[in-house]
């Protein structure tokens, strides 16, 4: 039987193949639907109608906060990646999905229905942290604590691990969104500009990722309702960073406190590893390496983390240790 891996993220679907011989499929998770429920679009093509749908048309995305939103929309999703690589000999595959520490029975059991009514033969479970420290190539079955940050799109988890296990684990329910959201926020109230996801996200890259010192945003004006463009300097969103700095530093102190000193020693040698798509916001970075006072480590690549970390969860020396279900 052939095997897919999967990391479902809220912004983002990535599925890769046994062998990792291709790069892993990267897919917006986004569905368009009418409002009778029957799917008109998924992925890219649904991304490109949100905010643009007429009345009886909806694009939505089917996960979010590291969960479930909508059944349906997450098996039309699911159903048209698996149709896409059908004709590579993956038909009625095994699918290997990341899961965090924090998931219930009830959770693993929605997604491994989810998976199997898109077509999956079997589903299996493997530790989400350790995914990501493999992932990241760390001693993950040594006698040593890694703390490893992943700033996704709806919530930032931070995990610190040792031999092989979650010792604790804490979930701050802001991330990338929350950026995006102050950026909107700060046009309309500031500005008098309606702006839509897609062009907060961009001015968020260019103004944090980038380095740039502004950016231009289009939109439609609050007054006249007439298209209009506004500029934004990088020092009017830096705000909005530095609360969700201090959010995830304030999660790493409480879950550092209920620890052992040992464990916490290990950080001061080799400090904390940062993945998802939010690591690669330097303006971020540089404020969680102030506030923790603790070296950062950057992934290459750290939106694929996860999906390198189950690829070797595939070998057999790995994923009997790294199962959970």
């Avoid at 709806?154 to 929350?178: F, N, P």
């Avoid at 057999?316 to 199962?323: E, V």
Wanted: charged share 25%.
């Amino acid at each position: 039987m052939r095997r897919l891996i999967f990391d479902f993220g809220s912004e983002n679907v990535r599925m890769g193949m046994e062998g990792g011989r291709r790069p892993p499929l990267t897919e917006p998770a986004v569905v368009a639907h009418r409002v009778s429920g029957d799917v008109v679009a998924v992925g890219e093509q649904a991304l490109r109608m949100l905010g643009r749908t007429p009345d009886g048309l909806e694009a939505e995305r089917p996960f979010t906060r590291g969960g479930v939103r909508s059944q349906k929309l997450a098996e039309a999703l699911l159903k048209n990646l698996l149709a896409r690589v059908g004709g590579h000999g993956f038909r009625r595959p095994e699918i290997w999905i990341a899961m965090g520490a924090g998931a219930s029975a009830i959770d693993r059991r929605g997604l491994g229905v989810l998976a199997q009514h898109a077509g999956a033969a079997r589903v299996r479970f493997c530790s989400l942290s350790a995914c990501k420290a493999l992932g990241l190539e760390l001693p993950l079955f040594q006698p040593m604590g890694s703390l490893l940050v992943d700033m996704g799109a709806s919530c930032t988890r931070i995990d610190l691990l040792s031999l092989g296990h979650s010792v604790a684990h804490q979930k701050v329910e802001m991330a990338g969104d929350h950026i995006d959201e102050a950026i909107a926020r700060l046009m309309r109230d500031r500005y008098n500009l309606m702006v839509g996801e897609a062009t907060s996200q961009a001015v968020k890259h260019a103004l944090l990722g980038d380095g740039a010192d502004r950016a231009t945003a289009n939109g439609r004006d609050l007054v006249t309702g007439l298209p209009q463009s506004v500029t934004l300097e990088r020092d009017e969103v830096l705000p909005s960073v530095a609360l969700l700095a201090d959010q995830i530093a304030h999660a790493v102190r409480e879950l550092l406190r209920d620890v052992s000193p040992e464990l916490v020693a290990d950080l001061a040698g080799h400090g904390v590893f940062l993945t998802g798509g939010g690591a690669r916001l330097g303006a971020l970075s540089d404020m969680l390496q102030d506030r923790l006072d603790l070296p950062l480590h950057l992934d290459a690549d750290p939106e694929q983390t996860i999906c390198k970390g189950l690829q070797m969860a595939l070998d057999p020396k790995y994923g009997t240790k790294l199962r959970t279900a």
